[in-house]
């Protein structure tokens, strides 16, 4: 097992591009085709592979994370999150972000991130345009905990 200095080290020194969502593909909730998957012990990093990609998913992530206090019950965003808001935070946004440009449809996993993001890009024009207030409800009720649990029955 590695301790938690070690695995920060060591990850520091491998991902090169770190993934902002990567809680999101970790838990299987969510894919991207410029994630890359780095094992490092018993665990997983993500590192993207595109640049443009990155930067344009860290805009969308500090984004959301600006209109998250409610939908995490918070008063204020500290610059940490505990894993479960961060997972809420990750997962809910981008499951609002693809049922708000999908309309009706309400899937639960999102195939490719950097497709939504480019999507997001070409419809709204820009990220500060997205209807966040739909991303804000899909991360208010996402439950990944509710989820697994799911997975689990069938």
Known sequence: ???????????????????????????RVCGCRTA??????????????????????????????????FALGLTHMPSALPHAKAVKLQCGGLLGLQHALDGGD????????????????KRCGALENIPFEQLVRTMAQYDHR????RRSKA
Do not use: W, Y
């Not at 097992?1 to 593909?25: G, H, N, S, W, Y």
């Not at 997983?44 to 209109?67: F, P």
């Not at 509710?146 to 649990?149: D, H, K, N, P, W």
């Open 36 to 69: 890359c998957t780095t094992n490092i012990g018993e665990r997983e990093a993500m590192n993207c592979s595109d640049e443009e990609a990155q930067l344009q998913c860290v805009a969308l992530l500090t984004q959301i994370r600006r209109r998250a206090n």
């Open 106 to 121: 309400h899937p639960d996993r999102v195939s490719d991130i950097n497709g939504l993001v480019k999507r997001a890009l």
């Open 1 to 27: 097992m590695v301790d938690e200095e070690q695995f920060r080290r060591t990850r520091e020194q491998v991902v090169t591009l770190p993934c902002p969502f990567d809680k999101a593909i970790v838990s």
């Open 146 to 149: 509710q989820r697994g649990s």
